[in-house]
């Protein structure tokens, strides 16, 4: 892996983080934003993993490049799993945090606060020059929703997602805390020692 892998994200946020997470091991990044050539990618997967692996398989194959697939979600137990694969566009194809937002209160509408709970789940991916997936891994955090928005701090649905043992929300807590906890930190907790694995082989 002479040149740095790349992120298959245009989610400045997001890669924010995740640039956070790898910085420690000093992984070299590059945004798939540096890559026009490559359009969007639909993610039509039924699974996190698919997602993840149709993410970094497409880009890897167009640019014959290592590639970083990565796809989280939110699952809400009382509404039997919604949004999961769908959160970034659960309130339609010109979707915004702020509609996801309103949407998930509309369907929680009624719901008591103790039957709220919900988990935020990440999936990625790593896919070879050749589009062979040879690294993934899977995280979860649990937590559950509320009905008014606290902190400023990440983004999505983090302004509703309390975590009980800290009695803060992802839109509270501070990088730092959640760069340990959150399912993104854990998924790549998990994905790191495959992806320095793969790397030392090649």
Known sequence: MDA???????????????????APWKIPIQSIADFPE????????????????????????????????????????ALGGAPGVYSARYSGLAATDETNNEKLQHELAGVPPDQRTAA???????ADPTGE??????????????????????????PY???????????????????QISHRARAFSAFIPQLLRVWRET
């Open 161 to 179: 997602f309390l975590i009980r043992e800290y009695g803060k929300t992802f839109g509270e807590l501070s990088s730092l805390v959640k760069h």
């Open 38 to 77: 490559v359009g969007e990618i639909d993610e039509d997967g039924a699974t996190f993993l698919d997602n993840a692996s149709k993410k970094a398989r497409e880009p890897a194959l167009r640019l014959r490049r290592w590639v970083i697939g990565e796809d989280s979600g939110l699952m809400v137990d």
């Open 4 to 22: 740095p892998i790349i992120l298959s994200s245009r989610n400045r946020k997001k890669s924010r983080e995740i640039a956070e997470i790898l």
């Open 120 to 126: 935020y789940a990440c999936t990625i991916a790593l």
């Open 133 to 158: 997936i040879r690294a993934s891994a899977v995280g979860y955090c649990r937590g559950v929703i509320i009905d008014q928005p606290l902190g400023t701090n990440g983004f999505g649905y983090d």
